[in-house]
Every structure is written in C-alpha cells, then in structure tokens.
C-alpha cells in the first residue's frame, strides 16, 4: 500500500477546498478507528470523492470491513443559493431563488467519482452513493443508517446544511467528530450555529489548519 503522504498527493489536484483537510479527514478517521468509536463515515457535498476517499483509504489501511463510507450529493452540482446565503457564496454561484435547480458548479457524476475512485485504488465494496438533493435523500436515508463516527458537511447553502444536520448529527457517535467545510460562508455557518442552539451544544469548534475555513470539533 502507498504511503499516507504518496495517497494525499494524489487528492490534490482534484480538490475544492484547503489541503490542510486533506490530512484532517484522514487524521480524523484513523483516530476513530484505533480508538474504537462507532460508526461509518460520511460525507454530504462530496464534488469528486477526495474527502470519501480518504477515509475509506483509512479502513483499507487498518484492514475495516465492517464500516461504510456514505457519499451524499445531486450529482448535478449545487443548486440555488436562497434568502439566508450572501456575497461569500452567491459570488461564486449566484443569487438564486432557493431552488433545487442545478447552478452548474461542482458537477461531477456519479459514474465519474466511481472512476476516481477506481483510479486512486479504493475498494468499491466500502462506499455507499446516495445521489439526489439532501432535501429529497437525507431523512430516509438517515432513518437506515446505525451510528456515524465522522460526519463531514460540504453543503455550501443554508438550506443544504439544514436538510442533512438534523437526521444526521444526531447519530454521531459520542467521541466521534464533526467537520464543516463551510464555517466562514455566511449561510453555511449561520445553519450549523442555529442548528446547534436548537439541541444545547456548545462545542469547542477548532480551524483547520490551512483549511480555507474548514473547522471541526469532538462531540462530546
């Protein structure tokens, strides 16, 4: 097997967001395998599958078979920006009418993330796809799913972050982690802050490193 720096590198070329996240997910998963904490790994907004695949890389190295990776995204890109999203992310996409309607930004189809993750040597039989609008896929999902030891949000939109935290966070595993891509996009962030007023936590919230605003805290 390659060695964890030789694995990263491949990831760089085909990433949207800091490469301090790269070594994060991978940290993050290893951590919850050796210490034993349950659940699968998942990840809502995955673009090409980098985040996806390096955890999965994580359960190859340690020789797990009894974990999933879940992949959550359209496939047809990101929609529509809404009312609770600003200049951080409609000038990249947009000013939308929250929509589920594809701005054609990040697209990448789930034949091609299969074909990424053939190229970067993953085992297909550990990743799970659910393809469709978090709006239209999370909830029943979710009700299918045991404990998830981390839980990675890349859900750029207000909208997109409130469909998938609350079926989502709740079966994170006590111990496991949490990781927000988006924490300095305005409606990304105002979600997960609103979403965690209306459950009582206070987490220690820590920035990545070289993460382009990526954070991510222990759930405690």
């Not at 659940?39 to 999933?68: N, Q, S, W």
């Not at 594809?102 to 970067?120: A, G, I, L, P």
Request: overall charge negative; aromatic content about 10%; glycine content about 10%.
């Amino acid at each position: 097997m390659v060695s964890d720096r030789e694995f990263l590198a491949r990831m760089t070329a085909d990433m949207l967001s800091g490469p301090g996240t790269l070594t994060n997910s991978l940290e993050l998963a290893e951590r919850c395998i050796v210490d034993h904490i349950p659940g699968d790994f998942v990840e809502c907004g995955v673009y090409r599958g980098v985040h996806p695949a390096i955890m999965a890389y994580a359960l190859m190295k340690h020789g797990v078979t009894d974990r999933k990776v879940h992949l959550f995204d359209s496939f047809e890109g990101i929609p529509e920006s809404g009312p609770k999203d600003d200049y951080t992310i409609t000038g990249c996409i947009g000013v939308g009418q929250d929509r589920l309607v594809s701005v054609n930004h990040s697209v990448c189809s789930v034949n091609q993330v299969s074909r990424y993750m053939c190229q970067w040597g993953i085992d297909p039989s550990l990743l799970v796809y659910h393809p469709g609008w978090f709006q239209n896929t999370v909830e029943d999902a979710a009700k299918q799913m045991g404990p998830i030891a981390v839980l990675r949000l890349d859900c750029d939109l207000y909208t997109s972050t409130m469909a998938c935290l609350p079926h989502l966070y709740p079966k994170l595993s006590r111990g496991g982690y949490y990781i927000t891509d988006d924490y300095t996009l305005t409606g990304a962030k105002r979600a997960t802050d609103e979403y965690l007023a209306s459950i009582g936590e206070r987490p220690e919230i820590v920035c990545i490193p070289d993460g382009i605003g990526a954070h991510y805290w222990r759930h405690e």
